[in-house]
């Protein structure tokens, strides 16, 4: 395949065709014409030109349609427009709709060139800042959230491919995974960057202000409204709005949410006129969110528009890798803010928070760290710096005598383990099976199975 730069022309005049192909051709470009402006979605998905030279005036499509067209779905392929009734209007009008270039027929050969040259030369312009605005985001994603887990990586390069858009994105994670840090990531990551980033926690206002606060309100449209006030929406004006908690919004707010992404519009409350807005949407929710559509408890349209893409965060005991990098910058952090001079952990410490099931996530984490370093009384966190049920999480070492047999030692171990997972979470859950199923992701039968052929079900133990 070549690398010469692809050019598509169209024109209903085919002795001009056959001229333009052979001028560019002759340049070292690589040429397709076509005599109309059909089925050209189609032609541009498979050609994938680098310039488009249209005549205003062709049978069938007018250029300045396929000139809007184009703009509109692919906004960064510069179409330069041929005309032989040139008027400033005309060429006015072909600018605001998005054309690189004007070109007058008829055009000499040099004239021609030099203006598929300068176009194309704008194209590469174009590319080559779209890399770099990539290379860009990629850095503040990366710098903004730790990812060492592969799975957290693999959530990362997806974050960091969305980051530029506009696209609308749901999180997905347990309370304390870091939501908010992944969206505030996304926004400074983004072309909006410069503008501001605002959150609101849909399950944290009541129904009857919500709609005040996220719309604004004028002047005397209810009891206390002074003055007229915007709202948040309208305040991250050209920013990234963030909805936490989004499924526990009411649901007549759920319906009014929608008009406005749909409209992208709002009305304030006590007002009769439709404001513009230009944000982003990104939001979150601890739950599944199926589940609350399923439950009618969230509108399924709704969630189809604001997870145009959807990123999960696993919970923090799923990703035991990230913990010493999430633990060594808390510290760095924490020490910085207090003052304090602690050069890192003991490996039994690090031993035991890689071993703990964190059911807060990296928010607990976060608050461990700081309270080691507001006790620590050495240049490293020791154990007696971490919270006491801690020291019930530490790793025993498995022994396994070496003239056992494979399956023998195996079985050893898999005991030593169950003994291990399951005494941590009956501790935690302080003996709930129900909620130790939950959390260990398989059925009471089996959990029941498990902690009596290991020796761990007490006749005390609650079933409940």
């Keep these: 395949m ?28 690589d040429v397709r014409t076509q005599t109309d402006g059909l089925n050209l979605d189609k032609v541009l998905s498979e050609y994938d030109p680098d310039l488009l030279i249209t005549d205003l005036m062709i049978p069938q499509r007018d250029g300045m349609e396929i000139l809007r067209e184009v703009k509109w779905a692919h906004s960064d392929l510069p179409v330069v427009m041929m005309t ?13 709709n998005g054309a690189t270039d004007y070109i007058v027929k008829p055009f000499a050969k040099d004239q021609f060139v030099h203006v598929v040259g300068r176009a194309l030369k704008e194209r590469s312009l174009v590319v080559e800042n779209q890399k770099l605005r990539h290379e860009l985001a990629q850095q503040k994603v990366k710098s903004s959230v730790i990812a060492v887990d592969p799975a957290m990586k693999e959530l990362m390069a997806m974050a960091t491919r969305v980051a530029d858009t506009d696209a609308s994105v749901f999180i997905q994670g347990e309370s304390g995974t870091g939501k908010e840090v992944l969206a505030r990531a996304l926004h400074n990551a983004s072309r909006r960057s410069g503008k501001q980033f605002l959150a609101v926690n849909c399950g944290a206002l009541p129904a009857n ?35 936490d908690e989004i499924t526990e919004m009411d649901p007549a707010m759920q319906s009014k949410l929608l008009r406005v992404i749909q409209e992208r519009s709002v009305r304030r409350v006590g007002g009769n006129r439709e404001v513009p807005i230009d944000v982003r949407i990104v939001s979150a929710t601890n739950r599944d969110p199926e589940e609350a559509v399923k439950s009618k408890q969230f509108r399924e349209d709704l969630f189809f528009r604001v997870a145009v893409v959807t990123l999960n965060i696993p919970p923090l005991r799923k990703r035991a890798d990230d913990i010493p990098a999430l633990a060594q910058h808390f510290l760095k952090d924490l020490c910085t803010s207090y003052g304090r001079s602690i050069d890192g952990f003991t490996p039994q410490v690090m031993e035991k928070l890689q071993g703990y099931a964190w059911p807060g996530n990296v928010r607990e984490l976060r608050n461990v760290i700081e309270r080691a370093v507001s006790l620590a009384t050495k240049s490293v966190i020791r154990d ?41 979470l009956m501790s935690e859950e302080d003996g709930n099976i129900s909620r130790v199923a939950q959390r260990a992701g398989v059925d009471r039968k089996t959990v029941y199975r498990i902690l009596n052929a290991v020796g761990l079900m007490k006749s005390d133990d609650k079933q409940e």
């Design 209 to 243: 202000l919500i709609e005040s606060e996220l719309f604004g309100h004028e002047k005397g449209a209810f009891t206390g409204a002074s003055t007229m006030r915007k709202g948040l929406l309208e305040e991250a004006q050209g920013g990234t709005f963030f909805f």
């Design 84 to 96: 032989a009734y040139a008027t400033i209007e005309t060429a006015v009008d072909a600018m605001k």
């Design 384 to 424: 007696e710096d971490l919270p006491a049920h801690f020291q019930k999480a530490a790793k025993r070492k498995v022994q396994v005598d070496s003239v056992e047999t494979y399956d023998n030692a195996k079985s050893k171990l898999l005991d030593q383990f169950q003994i291990e997972y399951f005494s941590q």
């Design 2 to 29: 070549t690398n010469a730069p692809r050019i598509l022309v169209i024109d209903d005049e085919p002795d001009l065709l056959e001229n333009c192909r052979m001028m560019l051709t002759r340049e070292g470009y």
